[in-house]
């Protein structure tokens, strides 16, 4: 009789408790009050070793970055893992705001070198870059001009070094803007890989 009674009350504590903890997480998932606030979010794997870095690099950038896993053959850093992607140089893949909040996203190879690069311009206009280990190769977007500012409208999709060439550039004429096409063939070789150091 003692052990029914005991299981009995056992049960029903469990049962109140388990309501009472119910009814208190659902009141507290329904508080449009409560926010979790850090200056960065860290992701680990099994051993520890930071993957993911979600905050402000030293870069001044704020981003969601990710690191190497050390799965990549010859990764770039010791162990193939990047020992702090807080550093913009660490990290393989970044997508965020740069210092200006103007958007960009960033991946690099194993090697650590920048393939990808896609961002928007203080005025607001993208460009996507893409290189290989010797330097830029693509670009497809907004050409700035050396003063660089909300008049620029000269869009290209050009190779380098300076291969090809296909856009449009705008023009004033008497007071009149103009849209005018460009095509650039260059059948002159180059020396591959091409360095951008001279």
Known sequence: MKLSLVIVVALVAGLAGGAMGAL???AGAQ???QVLRARSFELVDNAGRVISFWGVDR?????LAFGSRGLAPGGAHPQGVPADL???DNQLTMI???GADS???KMSGADGG?????YLSTNGKPLLLMEDETGPRVSLGIEQSDTPGPNDNDWALAFFPERARIGMFTETEGGQKYVRGVFLLNRDKVKYPYSQTK
């Open 96 to 98: 965020g705001l740069q």
């Open 103 to 105: 958007p960009m996203m």
């Open 24 to 26: 208190w997480t659902r």
């Open 59 to 63: 870069g001044d950038n704020a981003v």
């Open 31 to 33: 508080d449009p009050q």
């Open 86 to 88: 807080e550093n913009p």
């Open 114 to 118: 920048t393939r990808v690069r896609m």
